[in-house]
């Protein structure tokens, strides 16, 4: 009796949206990854002492998917979420869920990637994440109707090694990939209609003190939204020639500096820092550009 009144109760809770239903993560790809001869989701490597509250970080996955995120009152805008790791780890709560419940608020469906990871320090990380994030977005625009979003409003947000990836993905005009054709989705766009980088790792090169290659923004780049701190380890330079990149091209584009909070706080507060502002400036900047209407 206890029992069934229980499972009522909740479906109740479901139905009133006050409790996410579960769904089962998305594949990005139909078989095996390009490149992969294993299928595996990862494994939660044991938690960092001390924090609080805990991190969450993934490894060894060839198997990328996305978990997905309803938004209760939704407005016809997606995005693709593409945490940080270093590549050799995925960080989906920190820097992907919390995010996601942010973008819920403003009536964004998200997307959660869980991208591959690349366990040799000695191969670039980046390949294989531009590749799944590629497909995941060309995927969701396929579906967008099943997901009452607008083909239009389609966005992604990277953080950390996710916010390169993104960088290098809006080199790319949406026609071109960096995989083979493999199906008819890949038929469609993977261009994001709107972007936002969070504290971008690595895309300065002390050496020729401008971008890496491959991350130079294009005329086709869509607008784009970049936070990073001067404090951050991973320099700000390259977000600030990012933008510049931007600027020069007439590109809507918004970029913010913050002195202090360092490097991979995701949406959390900072001690003496008003980094966890920047969530309510993007949230501003995209209801200015029409995504959440």
């Not at 396929?142 to 990836?165: C, D, K, T, W």
């Not at 890496?212 to 701190?229: D, F």
């Not at 951050?232 to 330079?237: E, F, N």
């Amino acid at each position: 009796m206890f029992r069934s009144l229980f499972i009522l109760g909740l479906a109740l809770l479901v139905a009133a949206g006050r409790i996410a239903a579960a769904v089962e993560p998305l594949d990005v790809w139909p078989d095996l990854a390009p490149g992969e001869t294993t299928r595996l989701t990862g494994e939660t490597l044991p938690a960092r002492p001390g924090e609080n509250p805990p991190i969450t970080r993934v490894s060894n996955v060839t198997r990328p998917t996305m978990t997905v995120h309803k938004a209760a009152k939704p407005n016809g805008t997606g995005v693709v979420i593409l945490p940080g790791g270093g590549f050799s780890r995925v960080v989906p709560d920190l820097e992907g869920t919390e995010a996601a419940d942010w973008l819920n608020q403003h009536g964004v469906t998200a997307f959660v990637l869980s991208y591959r990871t690349t366990a040799d320090p000695k191969t670039p990380g980046w390949p294989k994440p531009l590749q799944d994030a590629e497909r995941a977005l060309s995927l969701i625009r396929a579906q967008a109707e099943q997901y009452g979003l607008q083909p239009n409003r389609i966005g992604l947000v990277g953080f950390s090694a996710g916010g390169q990836v993104a960088a290098r993905l809006l080199t790319n005009d949406g026609k071109k990939r960096s995989y083979e054709r493999i199906d008819i989705v890949d038929d469609t766009s993977c261009r994001p209609d709107f972007s936002i980088l969070i504290y971008p790792w690595n895309m300065y090169d002390a050496k020729t003190d401008a971008l890496v290659e491959g991350i130079e923004p294009p005329k086709s780049c869509p607008p784009t939204y970049i936070v990073h701190t001067d404090d951050d380890r991973s320099s700000s330079l390259g977000a600030v020639l990012f933008y510049a990149g931007l600027k020069k091209h007439g590109i809507p584009a918004e970029l913010h500096v913050y002195g202090n909070g360092g490097h991979g706080y995701g949406l959390r507060p900072q001690k003496d820092s008003q980094i966890s502002s920047w969530p309510d400036h993007a949230a501003h900047w995209l209801g200015t550009r029409g995504f959440l209407k």
